[in-house]
Nanobody
Framework: VQLVESGGGLVQPGGSLRLSCTTY????????MGWYRQAPGKQRELVAS???????NYADSVKGRFTISRNDAKDTLYLQMNTLKPEDTAVYYC?????????WGQGTPATVSS
């Protein structure tokens, strides 16, 4: 199993980023998936999840600003992040929900700063 995240970068407050996670070695369409993030000095947290049937859920801190989606034909998970805040600065990871301990990828860093 391999999960490859991309799309992070440096953005000013109020800006947007679109993260992608391409998966290999799993029957992606069967899995509930999630986007997680880990800020410096903090525990990794689940910020958005989507079931195999497309039901979504969000942490309160990102609700109304982030949108999770999936393309089962491409085995790819997305996270559209709008109205970004400095507190969104973190390394972002995708994984199943609940996560598989052995499947964490390298993550993609997102830095929100002026």
């Amino acid at each position: 199993v391999q999960l490859v995240e991309s799309g992070g970068g440096l953005v000013q407050p109020g800006g947007s980023l679109r993260l992608s996670c391409t998966t290999y070695g799993i029957m992606f369409r069967l899995y509930a998936m999630g986007w997680y993030r880990q800020a410096p000095g903090k525990q990794r947290e689940l910020v958005a999840s989507i079931t195999s049937s497309g039901t979504t859920n969000y942490a309160d801190s990102v609700k109304g600003r982030f949108t999770i989606s999936r393309n089962d034909a491409k085995d790819t998970l997305y996270l559209q992040m709008n109205t970004l805040k400095p507190e969104d600065t973190a390394v972002y990871y995708c994984n199943a929900n609940p996560p598989s301990r052995d499947s964490w990828g390298q993550g993609t860093p997102a830095t929100v700063s002026s």
